[in-house]
């Protein structure tokens, strides 16, 4: 994750979605081939992007937060063991 976190401008340890998609639109956008007309390397650049978000939200927790300890869970839901 480390390339990836270069690559997008954020911490190697970030698990921020909101800030992940935050840096991924502004990076995709400045890396976009249609903005970068005459550019041929645009394209890979935009490629370059769009893995490392990918490869940060596959890292991501399944709920796209911190794990849930079981006995926080009992607290609210009262048929939970």
Not at 36 to 50: E, I, K, L, M, Y
């Amino acid at each position: 994750l480390q390339d990836a976190a270069v690559v997008l401008g954020v911490a190697a340890d970030c698990r921020d979605e909101a800030q992940l998609k935050k840096a991924y639109k502004k990076m995709s956008l400045k890396h976009h081939p249609d903005r970068n007309r005459g550019d041929p390397s645009a394209t890979q650049r935009f490629q370059r992007v769009h893995d490392a978000y990918e490869s940060f939200m596959v890292a991501l927790p399944e709920d796209g937060g911190e794990e849930v300890d079981p006995s926080d869970k009992s607290r609210y839901d009262p048929g939970a063991a």
